[in-house]
């Protein structure tokens, strides 16, 4: 599996952590974020992302900034893009579940490492349920 990832100066460490795990399960990493603490525009890091999720180039995506929500928007300006800011790993499963999010979006100020890779993990261990959650999911985005 191919997991894209793309971060801001808030979310390094969150990032490497991540990165880490997933590494350590074997999957392959595209890495857009930034390793430096140094101020940078978390736009620049997120659409790589969104780019590689919606083109399938990656199977999923994690994007990292302070509050979250700045990446968050950006990557669902794409088409296709279907991301999620989750600050719990309960919440990161069922925007897989319910709204077969592609993109988890972590607020690096707002949960720690530890929780983020618990995200990550509940993100990609968790299954879209579809049934009657594939009719909203069709509705969530128009052409």
């Not at 460490?13 to 603490?37: C, F, H, P, W």
């Not at 302070?66 to 800011?85: D, F, P, Y």
């Amino acid at each position: 599996m191919k997991i894209s990832i793309g971060n801001d100066h808030a979310g390094v460490d969150y990032k490497n952590a991540v990165v880490k795990m997933l590494q350590g399960r074997g999957y392959e990493i595209k890495n857009y974020g930034t390793d430096s603490e140094s101020s940078v525009d978390y736009p620049d890091f997120g659409h790589p992302v969104a780019i590689d999720v919606a083109s399938k180039d990656a199977d999923f995506g994690v994007v990292i900034c302070g509050s979250g929500n700045g990446i968050n928007m950006t990557v669902n300006k794409h088409q296709e893009i279907r991301s999620a800011l989750c600050w719990t790993k309960e919440i990161a499963g069922l925007a897989r579940l319910h709204n077969d999010a592609n993109i988890i979006a972590i607020p690096a100020r707002y949960t720690s490492i530890n929780q983020a890779v618990e995200m990550v993990e509940a993100f990609l261990d968790t299954k879209f349920e579809g049934g009657r959650h594939q009719n909203r999911v069709d509705k969530i985005c128009c052409s």
